[in-house]
Every structure is written in C-alpha cells, then in structure tokens.
C-alpha cells in the first residue's frame, strides 16, 4: 500500500527521505503511474487553494485581471524569440500527433507563456491608451525534468505567472519590484518564510530576460530553494513579436515587458523550513484548519463542548476541524502533529469538570491548561505567537548558516564542510561564477544590494564589483 | 486589427456569425495563433471565475475535496478499460517525445481523467471507512477537434470534473443524480438557462459509463447545447482497475463510481440564450459586474454623485464599474450594451438638478428615471426583474419550439422545417435511433421521465417503450 509510512526518518538522519516521508504521511501528495507527476491530494491543494486566494486578492488590488491562454506552443512560435527557445527548448513535450493523424507543426505544452502573451498583445494594443496591460493566469505548465521531486522540481507546475505591458522602461522595472515585494511580505507575513531577495547574474536571469529578480530562501539543510521570480524583459519580446503602440509623443514604439511566477513548490519551502522529525508544521495564516479539536473519551458532553468549541471558533473565523474517527488519542494527537496543525485542542471529561480544556502548540510543543471560557482569545493570541516564533525561528537558523568567504580556498572549505550560503566579493566576471560551481556545485543565488562592497573578488583577487550569495540548490 | 468587429450581424440573418461577432466586441474571447485554441480575455475569464466560485461552494458544502491529477496519461493506462479507450483514443493529442528524447511510451494530455482517479483509488481505498471518496478537480483537458467554435468546441476545455467512489450502487446514484441536481439549481437561478435534464440513450453515453444524464440547453436557433453531464459507471472501472475495498460484512467489494463535469460551454449557452442583437445579455447573477455608470458630460459634480454611486452600490454587494474613458456617452451607452451589463445607470448634471438619475435596464432597454436616494434599491429590485425575465423568457421561447411527431414523415417535416427539439415515442431500439440520425441529423438528446408513455414508435411503429427528445446539437 503506497500511502503507509510507518514512522518518519529523523530530519538529521536522512532529510531527503524526511522530506517525502512527510509529504506522504500528511497525505498532501501521492505518486502516480505518470513518471513525473505527482498528485496533489486534498490537504495539499487545500494548501495550495489558499496560497492562489491570498495572492490572487493582491494581484487583483493591484489592478491586474486574470486570463487564459492557450496550453500548447507551435514550434514556429516559441522559436520567435532567440534565447528564449534556447533556455526552453530541451526541456519541453512535444506533441506530434491529434488523434490518429500527424501534426503538420509539433507542438509543446507550455513551459512557460511569454510568447502566448506576446502573440496576443501583438494585437490588443495599439495605443498608449491601452497602456499598461496587466495580465495574470493561473495554470499547469510543463518542463520536461529528468529528476523530480514533489513540489520541488515536477514535469507539470502549478503556478501563476503575471505579464505585463508598459509605456515606458520606468514604469515596467517599477512593475517588476512591485511584484517581487508582494511575494516577499507574502513569504514573510503568511508562510512565515525569511527570503533573500536580489537580482540574479546574467548567467542564472531567465531565458530572454533583461533581468531577472528571485527569492531565495534557505531549506533546513542549508540548501537554497529559488522560491519565486519577477523578471524585467525590456522590449526584446516586443520587437521581436513587432508588437507596437503609438505613443504621447506620436511615434510608434515597442512597449516593456515584465513577468513574474510563484508555483506550489512554496509549498516545499513550508515543509522544509518549518517541518520536523513529527511532521509537517503549518504557520496558521496558510493552515488549511489553524486548529483541531480532539474529543478524549465518548462521553456525550465532551462531544457537545467540541460542537460548542467549533462554533465559537468558527464565529471568530478561526478554522477547526474535529477529529471524530475511532482511533485512540494517542493516534489522534500523532496524526495531528503530522498534518501540523498549529494549535491542537484536547478535550476530556476530566478537564471539562474542572472548566478547562488544553491546547497544544504544535511549534513548541508547549501544552497549556485554559478555562473553557477563554478558548477562542487564547488560541487567537497562541495563533499569532505562532506564526512568529516560526518566522523567528527560521529567520534565526537561516542567519547562522550564512558564511563569508574572503578567499577561494576559504570558500570551498566553507562549502564543503558547512551547509548553508556563502557570501562573496565578486569581481563580476561569469569565469570565477563558473569556476565556484564546476568546484564545489555551488551556484550564485543573487546580488546583495545593500552593503558596502570592500575588497578584491574572493575567486580571482580582481577588484570586486558586487557582493553576492552562492549556495547550493534544490 | 483582429480585434475589431465594425458592427455586429443580426442575430436572424446570421446566428453563427451574430455569435462570434458577439464574443469578439464583448472582450470575452480572443483567436490566436495555436489553431483550435482561444484566448479568454478578462471579461470572458472573469464569468468563467464567478461560476467556479459559485459552484466550487455547492461541491465543499456537500463533503466534496479539491484534488490535482496528471495532466497526461500513459497509453497503457488509457487501454486499461476498453469502452473507454474506444471513445477517447480518436481525439487525443499525443506526447511522444520530452526535449530531444523519444519517450518510451507515448502519453496524452487528458482528456477526461477517470483513469488517473481510479489509478489513485486503487492506492487508497482499502475499507468501507475509506468510502465515499468525494473529490473534485478544476483543470483544463484536450480533446483533438477538428472544428471549433469558442466555448462550445474547442482542443482545450475548461472544466471541473467530480470524480467519487461509494460503498454501494445506491449511493453513487444519489450522487449521480445530485449533482446533476446541482447542475441543474446553478444553470437555473444563476444562469437564467432553461434546462431539460434527463437520462442519455446507451448510443450517446459516455463511453464506458452504466448511465449518463444530461443538462440540455435549447440556444435561440433551435440547437441543443450539452450544457453538463453526470455519470454512473457502476463497478466497471473499480473492476478493471482492481480497485477493492473491505465492506461491513467483511467481504472484498468492488466500490461503485461517478464523475461529473461542467465547462466553459456555459458561457456560451448565456450568450446564445440570452443575447440579442446589441450585443451579450447577462443575467445579473452571474455578471462580472451588474451595473456601469455613465456619468453625462465633465462636471465635477457628477464625477463626485457617480463616485458616491458607486459605494452605496459596493457597500450593498452590488458590483459596479464606472466608465471614465474619453468616449462620447453614445459610444459608452453602445459599448455598456455589447457588454451586456444588467443595469446602467446615467448620471447628468441636469438630471442631478431635478434630484434624479436614469436607469436602463439591458434586457428591455426600458429606461425609468429613480430619485437619488432611492437608486440602491431600485437597482436591487430591478436586478431581481432582469434575472427572472431573462429566465422566463428562455422558457417561453423553448417552450414554443418543442414539437411532437407521431411518424417517420412528421418528424422529418419538422425537422425540415421548424428549428427546435422534437418528442416522440421511441421503441428503444438503437436502428431507430439510427435512422433519424442518417436522415436529418438529429441526434437523441435525453430520455423523458415523468411523461406517460402510449402509443407506438414513431419511427418503427412497434410498441413504444420510451418518451424522448431529439434535436440538433452543438
């Protein structure tokens, strides 16, 4: 029977066997005969339902509107733009034959839209009246991966991507930020995930972009995950697509371009920064039930104060779920701590005579006695204490995994010895990027922005152009 | 420019061309250059996101899971039930190869996905307490056509498609029929849209199912539009799956299934019933937005009423957009008309003077000139109005276009002549069926429950065994 696992490997024994051990005894994921592909079973969509819900508001505050665009690519299409088919090509399905009959033109699923969205803007807009465009489709995408892993690299993606349009350069690298600051207070604020945000080298940037902008965050391991991405394309796809707009100025000119993704694979960051050797632990603002209430015992009142509990809790909009299966309490409370649920509420006869019920937190462990009367105050409170204490925790353990390398050898001592980033002097050449990673595996994760750049290139001694962050990655 | 429709054709000199002129110059619908695919543009996909919204509530209220399958399907896995295959294996598009690779086995993209659920419950379903299984999946799937029509026949379709597995026979029929019910509320009090609901012939079951109902939908030339299907396929696919589970008696049992789906097709069959020759008519409940106001000419004094307007309409739940573009109100008025906005309300300085705004409703075009104050709740009233008009409208229309033949040569002359669906009395026997298919081309839509059955067959004369309807269809 695919679906038991019998008890979780230790984090720190085999995190990698930790990882699908959890994803598959929180049932969020199942394998299935399609190599490749994973089905995402009720608990994890619920997770995901709640991730396209919350950004999907923002998006839409933001004035952007939700489309549908075609699901297959003619070659000549995706070959209009030079290094896009580059970046895209060895890694798309093609699709030859409808039926019995042979394709006059193959086809590939989208690996990605850009060229969908520039077909299409090629003739909507016209004008600098029909400026800016703001696009954004949710969708399955596919890239044809030779190893998966749930969530973290699959052949069919979950994502959004938003596609933009703009008048002027300006206003589309204002775009562009703006995108990647709603999916850093959304990492921060809902999935309590710390991120480093910062531009990506030429090397790394997206296929055809002008630049590229990513979110990194750090896994348990050390190891870097590249949990979304805002790109700024200029007006190459423009041109290349002879999409044109008459501006203010009465020219014609070719308008600027953004787009920007996230996928469920924020859903592996959740696991992997925040879960632990008893399963997966859930920051409550994604939870899909912030709480669960466990009947201990079949006394009818006991049954009645958890239906009272659940209707007070739901009144404050606080979501809850009573478990009311057969099993014992001891199984209840192990298969509450595997789905995570951030706060458990235990409900017993013995308890109940003395006007109280306990609450478990599912992050600490802690377990509190409260009288009945203050259940929903108390897990409000608990709710919020929680979300923090895993941004905290996690912000805590990824700042003490971030190292300096002044030299090479320095570097890759640090790289092979201790998990985690790496923060370098670069002189900027893409040789001394290379050279890190043909070494050690490691890859530039972005540019630090904001400190004093100091000092000769860790790789080659040049003078250093940019601070930068190397890590190993998912 | 493809995007521009001059004026749209009369609904009555040329139904085909009124339709897609009507999509093209409401914004619901782009082409583009993936042939058989469309574009849904804002307007379009915001409908499509009120009906999934509406309809994904009804699934959760009853018990039912959001899940994420594949969206490709290994020959071998599609060959797996053999009436299935036979339906499906036609019209597939076919993956074979991934990059520059030939896979080893070439796989489709889905074109329904019972076997990818049944694949799943195999894996699952163990004991009659895993039972019902209720699971749902928003997606979008291929069928390889060669002619297609935007939202009612096209290579990509978005749909859900419910997909549950019960205990016993009895249960999956309730369900089979309740969410057929469902279907039916939702095209009812929603869409506006006139129904007939019934049982399919064995000949146009979906393949591989015991029974098909069907929602049937009669567009303003008469046609029949399969609006929706619910299906029971017995223990058929549990079967050829091996899908077993230990029932209350202790017994291995084979469990029993149903799927259920409704599409993008809806759209359609609100623009075929309800518009006109102005353009797309929306029933207020399912409208992206249920009123735009116009305000009459640059004076602040009516920008400010039109803003106010606006929040008094928001606050009661009531959508409302503005139109601030630079166009003439003539132009507006057109354009609010094409749109198919329920209600839309003018506002003029000298209307203002007078304490008064305009009012026109879009089904009618009736106008009626309300007090200020009292704008909220004439358009609540008003909107109730249009929502059932709209419905008893379609109703009378439908009504008046079912006839009823009592022999081959009737049939045929009515066929010939009158556009609408036909009732007659069937034999059951399939070369009837045949027949009239091969004579006129109308198909069998649905067989009738609650009508007494007397007389003999129309098209064999022997003795009848059903009532039934036929017509031609999208």
């Known amino acids: ?235 190459h796809f423009a041109e290349a697509f002879n999409i044109k707009f008459l501006n203010k100025d009465n020219k014609m000119e070719a308008p600027y371009q953004t787009s920007w993704g996230v996928t469920t694979r924020m859903i592996g960051a959740i696991i992997m920064t925040h879960g632990d050797d008893n399963g997966l632990v859930l920051p409550p603002n994604i939870a899909p039930y912030k709480t669960i209430i466990i009947p201990i015992g079949k006394d009818e009142s006991v049954n009645e104060k958890c239906n009272e509990l659940m209707c007070d809790l739901l009144d404050k909009n606080i979501s809850c779920k009573i478990d009311l299966s057969d099993k014992t309490p001891g199984f209840k409370f192990a298969d509450a701590e595997v789905k995570g649920y951030p706060v458990r509420i235990e409900v017993g006869q013995r308890d109940l005579a003395n006007g109280l019920v306990t609450l478990a937190r599912r992050d600490t462990f802690e377990k509190i006695q409260v009288k009945v009367e203050d259940v929903v105050s108390e897990i409000d409170k608990l709710l919020k204490e929680i979300q923090d204490n895993l941004y905290d925790r996690a912000l805590k353990r990824r700042d003490s995994m971030i190292y300096e390398a002044n030299t090479f050898d320095e570097f890759i001592n640090i790289a092979m010895n201790k998990p985690g980033f790496i923060k370098i002097n670069w002189c900027g050449d893409v040789a001394c990027e290379n050279k890190i990673k043909d070494e050690c595996g490691f890859k530039s994760r972005c540019l630090i922005e904001d400190e004093e750049i100091t000092g000769s290139c860790c790789c080659c001694g040049k003078e250093a152009k940019h601070r930068i962050y190397f890590g190993r990655q998912y």
């Open 1 to 235: 029977m695919a679906n038991e696992v019998k008890e979780i490997t230790k984090r720190d024994v085999n995190f990698a066997k930790w990882y699908t051990d959890v994803i598959k005894k929180a049932d969020l994921v199942d394998y299935s005969s399609v190599k490749g592909s994973m089905i995402i079973r009720p608990y994890g969509y619920a997770i995901w339902e709640n991730m396209q819900s919350i950004l999907d508001k923002e998006f839409k505050k933001l004035g952007h509107e939700n489309v549908q665009m075609p699901m297959f690519i003619p070659e000549s299409l995706l070959n209009v733009e030079k290094e896009h088919v580059k970046g895209f090509a060895p890694e798309v399905a093609w699709i030859t034959h409808g039926g019995s009959e042979k394709l006059e033109e193959r086809m590939c699923v989208r690996p990605t839209s850009e060229v969908l969205f520039c077909d299409h803007f090629e003739k909507i807009i016209k004008s600098y009246r029909d400026l800016p465009k703001l696009y954004n489709q949710w969708c399955t995408i596919c890239r044809w991966e030779k190893t998966t892993r749930p969530f973290l690299r699959s052949r069919e993606i979950l994502w959004q991507e938003g596609h933009t349009m703009h008048a002027t350069a300006e206003e589309a690298i204002e775009e562009t930020l703006r995108m990647l600051k709603v999916y850093e207070d959304f990492q921060r604020n809902v999935l309590a995930l710390p991120v480093i945000v910062g531009k990506k080298t030429d090397k790394e940037k997206f296929a055809g972009a002008e630049a590229s902008y990513t979110l990194e965050a750090m896994m348990y391991d050390g190891v870097a995950l590249q949990n979304g991405t805002s790109h700024y394309f200029g007006n």
